[in-house]
């Protein structure tokens, strides 16, 4: 178990367990978007058409890109750059999976967008009421 919790952000607080969490998972998400179109198709529900074998393997690179800054972010919680940088990557992926959404209709409402949706907004409102608290 101390393997585990050596490798936990040591900042006070679950804000960074979270991101780091969020970090890791996306990190799987982008993987599995360059092994198959399956979970990449379960977003984008209305449209599965436009999902290809390049779109999702560009979604997984972006969606690593945002890991890395989320991965730093969990660890350097108390930089103000990199917790700026980390609450951007979260409002461009809620502005994202929103647009599909209400915008261009490629998304409807169900597991594969409600997860999307709800960690992006969630930890956005997490982290405006917790920046004092971690930002010097």
Known sequence: MSAITDFLPEHAGLLPKWL???SVM???NSVQAYLTLHYTKQVYL???GEVTKLSSRTFGTWTFLSAVIRFYGAYYISNPQIY???FITYVVAALH???EWRVYKTA???RGLAGPIIVANGTLIWMVAQRNFYVY
Do not use: R
């Open 108 to 110: 409807s409402w169900g």
């Open 46 to 48: 209305e449209n599965k």
């Open 84 to 86: 700026q940088l980390t």
């Open 26 to 28: 996306a990190m799987s």
């Open 20 to 22: 780091l969490f969020v």
């Open 97 to 99: 999976f929103v647009s």
